[in-house]
Every structure is written in structure tokens, then in C-alpha cells.
């Protein structure tokens, strides 16, 4: 069956300290369609995570995605609460998952947690954003490839 994946980031320099998320989405064919980062300001790393994930969300409802998604994550923490397993205790995060659920409609989304070094490219991502933002390069990153 079609499906397209997300890996979504986050990174905090000191969480909380400079943060930024990145978020790549990978066509069913394995061909990569976007490239998107963005800085946050100072938040800590859990938010920065979250925003991976709904930037990635958000730009899969602009194109023809697919109904079937897998989102791929180092969080632990997101992927088990965006999976149901684990309750969303802070006020802050409470509100960035439910934008992430309501970003989850029409998609058949199926959560998988990864180790670091999968995760290498939307961290590299975020990485970036964190740098341009440090030589005062503050505009999000979209590389639009495929579709």
C-alpha cells in the first residue's frame, strides 16, 4: 500500500536554550519531497520535537499525500504520547499534541520510535536551522523536491 514517511526532530542548545526542528518526508517510493526546518527561539527540546512532527504534518495537507503515514521519531516521549500510550501532562505540550491530533486528519498515521542515528537527517535539519539562526539567518528552510 502507498504510504509516505516522516522524520520529524527537534534540538535544543541547553533545552531550554536555542531551538529549532526539522522534518523530512519520504515519498512510497523512498524519494525524498521535502526538506523543511525552522528556529524556534529558546525552548526546550520536547517542544522543538513536537514542532518536527506538525511542520511535517502540516506540509504533507499540501500535497497528495497518501492516507496511510509513517511517522518516524527519536522522542520517545512524542511517539508514545501521540501513540496514546502516555499521558501529555505539561499545559504547553498539551496544546502542541492536540495541533499535532487535529493536523492527523484524514491520515492513518502509524507511530515508530528510532534510534538517534536513523533520525539522522531531520536532526541535521534542525542542526542547520540552529546555525543559520546563529548568523542571524532566521527564515524557515523549505526544499521542495518531488511530489
Same mark, same amino acid.
Not at 527537534?10 to 536555542?18: D, E, H, I, Q, V
Given at each position: /500500500? @502507498?504510504?509516505?514517511? @516522516?522524520?520529524?526532530?527537534?534540538? *535544543?542548545?541547553?533545552?531550554?536554550?536555542?531551538?529549532?526542528?526539522?522534518s523530512l518526508v519520504l515519498n512510497h517510493e523512498g524519494e525524498v519531497v521535502a526538506e523543511l526546518a525552522g528556529y524556534l527561539d529558546v525552548a526546550?527540546?520536547? =517542544?522543538? &520535537? #513536537? #514542532?518536527?512532527?506538525?511542520?511535517?504534518?502540516? =506540509?504533507?495537507?499540501?500535497? *497528495?499525500?497518501?492516507?496511510?503515514? &509513517?511517522?518516524? /521519531?527519536? *522522542?520517545?516521549?512524542?511517539?508514545?504520547?501521540? *501513540?496514546?500510550?502516555?499521558?501529555?501532562k505539561h499545559p504547553d505540550m498539551r496544546a502542541l499534541a492536540l495541533t499535532a491530533r487535529d493536523l492527523l486528519q484524514p491520515f492513518s498515521p502509524t507511530f515508530v520510535w528510532i534510534p538517534r542515528e536513523e533520525n539522522s537527517k531531520a536532526d541535521a535539519l534542525a542542526n542547520e536551522a540552529l546555525d543559520n539562526a546563529a548568523n542571524g539567518l532566521l527564515h524557515p528552510i523549505v526544499r521542495r523536491y518531488t511530489s
Open positions: /500500500m @502507498l504510504r509516505h514517511i @516522516l522524520y520529524a526532530d527537534g534540538a *535544543s542548545r541547553g533545552n531550554p536554550g536555542p531551538a529549532a526542528y526539522g526546550t527540546n520536547n =517542544f522543538a &520535537e #513536537y #514542532y518536527g512532527l506538525i511542520t511535517g504534518l502540516e =506540509f504533507l495537507h499540501t500535497i *497528495s499525500a497518501p492516507p496511510l503515514i &509513517e511517522i518516524r /521519531m527519536d *522522542s520517545k516521549l512524542v511517539v508514545e504520547q501521540m *501513540s496514546g500510550n502516555w499521558k501529555v
